[in-house]
Nanobody, 114 residues
Framework: VQLQAYGGGLVQAGGTLNLSCRGS????????MGWYHQAPGKQREMVAT???????KYSEFAQGRAAITRDNPENTVSLQIHDLKSEDTGVYYC?????????WGQGTQVTVSS
């Protein structure tokens, strides 16, 4: 099972971040999916989730700036964040979860420059 994240790197404050996560060895259509953010020196926190019924949920910090989508035929889940802030810097992880089973991707580094 592998969750490969794409799209990290150096992005400008005020700009837009686009991340994608592709599953291999796993059928993401059977999982609730999520994106999590770990800022330097802090705990990992939820940014956005999307359930099996395509219902999204966002953290208070991401609400209004983020959009999570899933493409089951492509076995991917994507995250877009607008109006990037320095606090968005950190590692972003993709997660697939159903009942007690949870799979994590290796994470992708995002650095927001001012």
């Amino acid at each position: 099972v592998q969750l490969q994240a794409y799209g990290g790197g150096l992005v400008q404050a005020g700009g837009t971040l686009n991340l994608s996560c592709r599953g291999s060895g796993i059928n993401l259509s059977q999982y609730n999916m999520g994106w999590y953010h770990q800022a330097p020196g802090k705990q990992r926190e939820m940014v956005a989730t999307i359930n099996l019924g395509y219902m999204p949920k966002y953290s208070e910090f991401a609400q209004g700036r983020a959009a999570i989508t899933r493409d089951n035929p492509e076995n991917t889940v994507s995250l877009q964040i607008h109006d990037l802030k320095s606090e968005d810097t950190g590692v972003y992880y993709c997660n697939a979860q159903v009942m007690r089973t949870s799979h994590w991707g290796q994470g992708t580094q995002v650095t927001v420059s001012s």
